[in-house]
């Protein structure tokens, strides 16, 4: 049996190529993470997507399929989320978690596609937002997926539609 430690330094190690030419960086989480409740509304410890104007959803349903099966919907429903977000393939991004992960990891755009999918295999509730935090798209532990502004944004986005598969 593996530990959350055992698991995050095998991530680690991954991203080490990357951090190596300065495309990721490491940080400590706290301030991302004050920000991000600051700017969300939340509940439980995580972001209430109910009551963030403009948030768009992509259930996994029942029964949930396994990740790889869901992988390119996953992708397109986060390139919805850069779009909407105007990120820029070189623009940084953050992504942050609620459990195993426990730095602020910064990324390229590119450089966090790269590492998509073993991003969304931590077990953990999982934020990906920009510098501002006024952008954040969410990964949960029960493999749903959001996305929205924060609450000084929501206009941007009041006419924003709907995809098959996806709630508002």
């Known amino acids: 049996m593996t530990n959350d430690n055992d698991v995050l330094n095998v991530f680690l190690k991954l991203l080490t190529p990357d ?3 300065g495309e990721i960086r490491l940080a400590p989480e706290d301030e991302i993470v004050r920000r991000l409740a600051i700017k969300y509304p939340m509940v439980l410890g995580r972001i209430d997507w109910g009551k963030v104007p403009g948030a768009r959803g992509l259930l996994a349903g029942k029964p949930v399929m396994p990740l790889g099966a869901r992988l390119d919907s996953l992708r397109l429903f986060f390139d919805r989320f850069l779009s909407a977000a105007s990120l820029a393939e ?3 991004v953050i992504v942050v978690g609620d459990g195993i ?11 966090l596609r790269a590492h998509f999918a073993e991003l ?12 501002s935090v006024d952008w954040c798209f969410n990964y949960t532990f029960e493999d ?8 000084s944004n929501a206009k941007e986005v009041s006419t924003f539609s709907d995809t098959k598969g996806e709630s508002s």
């Open 19 to 21: 951090i190596e030419r």
């Open 90 to 92: 070189s623009d940084e």
């Open 101 to 111: 992960l426990d730095v602020a990891v910064h990324f390229t755009v590119r450089s």
């Open 120 to 131: 969304l295999e931590l077990p953990q509730h999982l934020y990906i937002i920009n510098a």
């Open 144 to 151: 749903d997926a959001f996305f929205g502004p924060a609450a």
